[in-house]
């Protein structure tokens, strides 16, 4: 699918020139009623989740923990070879 944007004029929607359409091709037009500005905002974590919510395509957005109230985790100690060591001489 080919999009492309034009200008009103009348009745007519122009065209670049650069855009060849046969004759007689059928086309879908799509009015934009509003312009989309674009602010450092509109570019935030937020406003995009927010926009998913509003959309559908995400139901909830909660904000990470705050630092004094995650966990800790602390690695685990692991006797024998590194499992990278083991996934090669498997594969060998």
């Known amino acids: ?6 200008v009103v004029k009348g009745r007519t929607v122009l065209l670049p020139d650069s855009i060849q359409l046969t004759e007689g091709a059928e086309v879908e037009v799509r009015v934009r009623t509003e312009r989309r500005k674009y602010t450092p905002s509109a570019f935030s974590e937020k406003a995009f989740k927010e926009k998913l919510i509003e959309i559908g395509l995400l139901k909830e957005w909660r904000l990470p923990g705050d ?9 685990a100690e692991i006797q024998g070879r590194p499992l990278s060591e083991l996934i090669i001489a498997e594969r060998r």
Do not use: C, D, E, S
């Open 1 to 6: 699918m080919l999009v492309v944007r034009g």
């Open 67 to 75: 630092a004094k109230t995650r966990t800790v985790r602390i690695p």
